[in-house]
C-alpha cells in the first residue's frame, strides 16, 4: 500500500486474518460506554478539576461534555457506516489514507493506554483508602510511583493484569460482568446525590471563577482556570469511542454501535453534572481537591464515614470497568493494525476456543502496568488527553470527507447538522489541547514523530521486500 492509499469502504471490516466473535447486543454497548466514561474522572478526577477552577469545575465539566457530545454524534454516523473495529484509525483509512489512519493508530494507542493507566493510578487510590478504613496500612513505597513518594503502585498493576485475564477469557463473559458493575457503580453515585444534596451550601460557589476562563501558567508551572481544568476534565467524558471499537463483535452494528455511543454519553452527562454540583455544594473545592478518594473524602466529612468506605469499596469494585473497556478497545486497535499489515501479525492472533485476541491484550497490559506503576494520576490523564483530541479531530475530519466523496452512501445514522458540529467539534478539540500543559504537548509531538519514525521504517521495509520478491 501507498502513503495515501484508501481502504475500501466496504472491506473496512474485512481481511484475510482472524475474525471476532458477534456477541454483543445494545445493552452491553450502552454498558461499555457507561463503565468506559464513568469512572476516575468523576470519581477522581474532579478534585484536579475543581483544584484547577475553583467552584466553575461545573463550566468545565460543561465545556468538556459538549465538545464530546459534538464528537459523539459524528462517531454514531461513521460506526454505522463503518461496522468494523478500529474506531478513528479505520475511519481515517477509509476516508483519508494509510498515513493519517497510522498516526491516528499510533495516537490511540498513546490514548487507550494511558487512560487504562491513568484509572488504575485511580483505582489504587481508592483501594488504598478503603484498606485504610478497615485498618489495613500498606506502605507508600508499594502504592505510589516516584514521583508521590513511592517506589512502584503495585496496587495499580495487579488490578491491570486481573482485568487482562478477565478480557483473555472472552467478550461475551466480560461483558456480563461489566454490565453488573456499572450498575452497583452508578448506584453509588446516585447514593451520594441522596446524600450531599441535602448539605447543599450556596455559599461554596462564591467566588465562582478565582482563577480565571483562559488557561494560565503558575510560577510552579501549574496549569490554571476554567479551560485548563476542562482540558483534564475531558478525560472524564470519553470512553464512549471504546464502543465503536466493538464493532466486529457486534450482532447488529448498523443500529446498535449508534445506540451504544450516544445513549451512553446521554447517561454520563446528565449524572456528571448532578455529581459535580452536588459535591461543590457539600463542600468547598479547596477541601477535597487534594484528595486522592474527593467523592469519599465529603462523605466521611459529611458524617457518613461507613458510606464513605462503601463508596469506596464500590470504586474498587466498579472502576476496573474503566480499564476493562479501554484495555478492551486498545487491543482491538491492535488486532486491526496487524491485520492491516502496519504491526506484526502474530499481535493478532485470536485464541480458537475464546474468540479473543489473547496475545495483544497481555502484551498491552505488560506495556501500560509501567506507565501505571511509576507515573501520577494527574501527569497520566493529561497525556491520555492529547491522544485522544487528536484521534476526535480525525473522526470529525473523516465525517466531512465522507459526507464529500460519498454522500449517496447510506448512512443508518445521520448526524444532525453535521456541518455545524463537526467544525464544531475540531474547534473544540484544538482549544483544549492548547489549554494542556506544554510539557505533555511536547510528548504527545515526541510521541508522533516516534511513530512516524516507525512507520518509515516499516514502509521501506515492505517496498524493500516487494520488490526483492
Known amino acids: 500500500m501507498g502513503l495515501w492509499t484508501r481502504k475500501p469502504i466496504e472491506t473496512a471490516h474485512e481481511g484475510d486474518g482472524p475474525k471476532l466473535r458477534r456477541t454483543l447486543g445494545p445493552i452491553q454497548l450502552v454498558a461499555l460506554g457507561v463503565g468506559a466514561i464513568v469512572g476516575t474522572g468523576i470519581y477522581t478526577l474532579i478534585g484536579v478539576g475543581a483544584d484547577g477552577a475553583g467552584p466553575a469545575v461545573m463550566i468545565s465539566f460543561l465545556i468538556a461534555g459538549a465538545i464530546c457530545a459534538c464528537v459523539a454524534l459524528c462517531y454514531a454516523e461513521l460506526a454505522s457506516m463503518m461496522p468494523a473495529s478500529g474506531s478513528a484509525y479505520t475511519y481515517s483509512f477509509v476516508a483519508v489514507g494509510e498515513l493519517v489512519a497510522w498516526v491516528i493508530g499510533w495516537a490511540l494507542i498513546l490514548e487507550y493506554s494511558v487512560v487504562c493507566a491513568a484509572v488504575a493510578v485511580g483505582w489504587s487510590g481508592y483501594a488504598v483508602g478503603f484498606l485504610n478504613g478497615l485498618g489495613v496500612q500498606l506502605p507508600m513505597a508499594m502504592t505510589a510511583g516516584p ?4 517506589i512502584i503502585n503495585l496496587p495499580a498493576i495487579l488490578i491491570l493484569f486481573l482485568v487482562a485475564g478477565m478480557l483473555c477469557v472472552g467478550t461475551r463473559e466480560s461483558a456480563a460482568v461489566n ?12 447514593v451520594f446525590l441522596a446524600l450531599t444534596l441535602p ?4 455559599a461554596n460557589f462564591t467566588p465562582f471563577m478565582p482563577n480565571g ?7 510552579d508551572g501549574a496549569r490554571i482556570g476554567v479551560m485548563a481544568a476542562a482540558a483534564i476534565i475531558f478525560f472524564a467524558f470519553y470512553g464512549f469511542d471504546a464502543v465503536s471499537t466493538a464493532a466486529e463483535e457486534t450482532k447488529n452494528p448498523s443500529r446498535d454501535l449508534a445506540i451504544g455511543v450516544v445513549g451512553s454519553m446521554v447517561v454520563c452527562t446528565a449524572l456528571y453534572m448532578a455529581v459535580a454540583a452536588a459535591a461543590v455544594g457539600a463542600m468547598a473545592p479547596a477541601d477535597f481537591a487534594k484528595s486522592d478518594e474527593p467523592l469519599a473524602h465529603i462523605l466521611r466529612t459529611l458524617g457518613y464515614p461507613e458510606i464513605a468506605t462503601a463508596v469506596a469499596g464500590v470504586a474498587v469494585l466498579a472502576l476496573p470497568t474503566v480499564i476493562l473497556a479501554f484495555l478492551f478497545g486498545q487491543s482491538r486497535i491492535f488486532f486491526v493494525m ?3 499489515r502496519l504491526l506484526p501479525r502474530w499481535l493478532g492472533a485470536v485464541h480458537e476456543k475464546r474468540g479473543a485476541p489473547v496475545v495483544v491484550t497481555i502484551v498491552t497490559a505488560a506495556l501500560v502496568s509501567v506507565l501505571a506503576g511509576l507515573l501520577p494520576l494527574g501527569e497520566i490523564a493529561a497525556l491520555a488527553n492529547a491522544g485522544t483530541l487528536a484521534a476526535f479531530i480525525a473522526v470529525a475530519v473523516s465525517l466531512m470527507v465522507m459526507r464529500v466523496r460519498d454522500p449517496s452512501r447510506v448512512r443508518p445514522f445521520r448526524t444532525p447538522i453535521a456541518w455545524v458540529l463537526a467544525p464544531v467539534a475540531i474547534l473544540g478539540c484544538i482549544y483544549l489541547f492548547i489549554s494542556l500543559p506544554p510539557a505533555t504537548q511536547t510528548r504527545f509531538f515526541i510521541w508522533i514523530a516516534i511513530g ?5 521504517g516499516m514502509h521501506f521495509w515492505r517496498t524493500h521486500r516487494r520488490v526483492a520478491a
Open 147 to 150: 514521583d508521590a513518594g513511592g
Open 179 to 190: 454490565t453488573v458493575l456499572v450498575v452497583l457503580k452508578v448506584a453509588a453515585l446516585l
Open 199 to 202: 448539605q447543599f451550601n450556596a
Open 213 to 219: 476562563f483562559v488557561a494560565t501558567t503558575t510560577a
Open 338 to 340: 496487524s491485520r492491516d
Open 452 to 456: 512516524l519514525v516507525i512507520y518509515a
